[in-house]
């Protein structure tokens, strides 16, 4: 089956550096997006890896190891209003983007 | 750029009432759309994909008849959700994509439907 995996919650302080990590199993492989997603509202796209290496866009950064099946967003410089969900989703062989549950990011004061 | 606008962003009805969301994509043309649910801290699970000017592939266990979908133009899909029920409450989500498949998609603000 397909399977992308994220952790559920993480919490970081405010000014700080956090990883949210994201591995995935699926049939095919043709990118990987990450989605921010604040509480009730729709996602917003924040970058697209389809090739192995790490994209930088301001404080945030996306890594991507198709070997491992495996990337990360890294978020840098930590502001309150990045307090939400951030969504790891696959886009299959099929061109089907299979989606993660989302990774709950807490930043504290 | 890449506005989706997506209208209501929130109905509260009866059961047995019949409820249309619009999305249209306002700046770009959206050669697919695509339409979501979300239930309280889960993720997105698409209900459908559709494309312009044909009819909709829906995904296993969604009920065609009961959630009509018409893509009539390159910039609105809706999506018509027939005698509603309470267990059919939840954050309806629509995206669109224009370009081919590697574009990302760009979602609404979402509806969120509360059905009496």
């Known amino acids: 089956g397909q399977n992308i995996d994220q952790p559920t919650e993480m919490t970081a302080t405010e000014g700080a550096i956090v990883q949210i990590n994201c591995t995935y199993q699926?049939?095919?492989?043709?990118?990987l997006f990450w989605y921010q997603q604040h509480a009730g509202e729709a996602p917003t796209f924040l970058s697209y890896?389809?090739l192995d290496g790490l994209e930088e866009k301001g404080r945030f950064s996306s890594f991507l190891s198709r070997s491992k099946g495996y990337s990360y967003l890294l978020l840098k410089e930590l502001q309150m209003k990045d307090s939400a969900s951030y969504l790891c989703a696959v886009m299959d062989s099929n061109y089907q983007l299979i989606w993660g549950a989302g990774t709950k990011l807490i930043i504290k004061p | 750029g890449a506005v989706v606008s997506q209208h209501p962003s929130w109905v509260i009805c009866k059961s047995g009432t019949s409820v249309k969301i619009e999305c249209r994509s306002l700046d770009f043309q959206a050669t697919t759309m695509f339409w979501y649910r979300q239930f309280p801290k889960q993720s997105l699970m698409l209900m459908a994909t559709s494309n312009e000017g044909s009819k909709a592939t829906y995904e296993q266990g969604v009920e065609k008849d009961k959630f009509l979908i018409n893509h009539a133009s390159l910039t609105l899909s809706t999506l018509t959700v027939t005698s509603a029920h309470p267990e059919d409450s939840s954050f309806y989500i629509c995206?669109?994509?224009?370009?081919?498949?590697?574009?990302?998609?760009?979602f609404g603000d979402g509806t969120r439907l509360s059905i009496l």
């Open positions: 699926t049939s095919g492989f043709n990118g």
């Open positions: 995206s669109a994509r224009g370009g081919g498949e590697f574009e990302p998609q760009h």
């Open positions: 890896n389809v």
